[in-house]
């Protein structure tokens, strides 16, 4: 991600390993998904001491993911889902 100052935009490159608009639209609706989630306390709730010595599970991020989803009044993911049907 750019940001531009003299402009005041903000541009998301294509990221690393996808090949169409709609895997990179994906990335960028993680990310927002992502950080709504962590700012908004929805999801998973923060107690570091139980996710500390094994680490947090792809259930925990999915919580996150989901909870920032409704902390933004939507209805889905899109097309989120995709990108971990190829990590697999």
């Avoid at 935009?9 to 608009?21: D, H, I």
């Avoid at 993911?65 to 889902?81: I, Q, S």
Wanted: aromatic residues 8%; proline residues 6%; negative net charge.
């Amino acid at each position: 991600m750019i940001t531009t100052p003299a402009a005041a935009t903000v541009e998301f490159r294509q990221p690393p390993g996808s090949v169409a608009a709609e895997e990179a639209a994906a990335w960028v609706t993680l990310a927002v998904a992502f950080v709504a989630g962590a700012v908004s306390g929805a999801g998973v709730p923060v107690d570091a001491a139980a996710i500390a010595p094994q680490g947090a599970t792809v259930d925990d991020l999915w919580g996150l993911l989901w909870g920032g989803a409704r902390a933004l009044g939507w209805e889905g993911l899109g097309g989120v889902e995709g990108l971990f049907e190829r990590a697999g």
